[in-house]
Each structure stands twice: as C-alpha cells, then as structure tokens.
C-alpha cells in the first residue's frame, strides 16, 4: 500500500503535495488490537471532531501573488531550528527538496513516535492555487468546526482515497500544506486524517508565526 500511496502522490507534487518526499521509515509499534481496529485509536488525545459539509457558494480568496517576481516562499522545512520543531513535537526526517517551480518541501516525523500510527508527513509551500486544486477535483468539500476559514483540505481524486490528507492554509508568502499519510494495513478515516494533518499544520506556522 506504501509503494502504491507514494506513486500517486508523487504524480501530481507539482500541483497538488510538491514534492511529497516521505519522511524515512521508521517502526512505530502497532496495536494489540486485531487489524480491523484502527491505530488511530489507541492514541491518547480527546477525540476528534467530525468534519461538516463547506458552504456550496465558499469563495476563497489567495493571501498571495503567484505573479510577484519578488514574492518568496516561507521555508518550513529550514528556517526553524531542530530546537523549535522539537517544541512541538516534531523533527526534520528527509533532506529538503527545493526547485523553480517553486516549492519547497520536505519530510517530518513526530517526536516521540505516537504508538500505534504508521504513516508519514510531508511538509511544503508552494504557489498551487485553491481555484486550480478545485476545477482538478481535489479538494475536500468539508471542513472541521471554529477552525480558521482559510484552512482547507484535499487529497488526489482516488478510490482508495482514504489514505492520505492534505490541510493547507494560503498565507502571503505561498501555499502552506502538510500531508499526513497513513500506511498501515487498517483503513484511516478522512476525518482521523485530515485532523491529524491539521493539528501539525497549526503547530508549525503557529511556532514559526508564518501568516
């Protein structure tokens, strides 16, 4: 399933995850439950809300100019120290990945390892529009309740679509996005995935105050 997520994933990185380098493999201990049990739930955190139907007349409005030749892109990946990413529980797993497109993108891992989740994160900025991602059918029509409006969350048009989120936020230097993936052999829901994405996302720009 692996093999086939990171496939799919890598097929629209331009667009869509940029880059979408995984983060290195590394074990996390599953549950004792049998396979039909979703790891998710032995995590010990509150649960997770449902997410709710976006309105249908939404209007999104970029915080950026993907035309601004002076326009740069903020750096999740480098620009906080392994100091400040270990604050909120994460640390840098894969060397960054940087190209004219632009995008810059990278893989993370969490800090300690959360027992029971076997998956990945990718982390990029980039200057993909939200207009482009919904005429290409890849957002999510859904949102979680009280979160920030600007927040949004799609994944690639599969049927196997429950295996990975993508929430994202338009700030005024580029697209942020971090990609949470599951690998496992039991099936994610979109709500599990797309809160665990969101979660992340918060963390990071909140530490590094990108807005």
Not at 22 to 36: G, K, Y
Request: hydrophobic share 30%; charged share 25%; net charge negative.
């Amino acid at each position: 399933m692996r093999t086939r997520i990171l496939t799919a994933l890598a097929t629209c990185c331009a667009v869509t995850l940029s880059g979408c380098t995984p983060p290195q493999d590394t074990q996390s201990a599953h549950s004792t439950t049998t396979e039909e049990t979703y790891p998710f739930e032995t995590w010990e955190s509150p649960p997770k809300p449902s997410m709710i139907p976006l309105p249908p007349d939404r209007e999104y409005v970029e915080a950026f100019d993907k035309f601004d030749p002076n326009n740069t892109l903020y750096d999740l990946c480098d620009t906080l120290t392994p100091e400040q990413l270990a604050d909120i529980g994460f640390e840098k797993a894969t060397v960054t990945s940087r190209d004219s497109s632009p995008f810059i993108d990278c893989g993370m891992r969490e800090l300690p390892p959360v027992k029971g989740v076997d998956g990945f994160f990718n982390v990029s900025t980039h200057f993909a529009r939200y207009s482009w991602m919904r005429d290409h059918g890849l957002i999510i029509d859904a949102t979680f309740p009280g979160i920030d409006e600007r927040i949004y969350f799609s994944n690639l048009p599969r049927e196997d679509e429950n295996i990975h989120c993508d929430a994202a936020i338009s700030t005024k230097h580029g697209r942020i996005s971090v990609t949470f993936g599951h690998t496992g052999k039991a099936k994610a829901t979109k709500d599990e995935l797309c809160w665990k994405a969101y979660e992340i996302l918060e963390k990071l720009r909140t530490k590094g105050n990108f807005t």
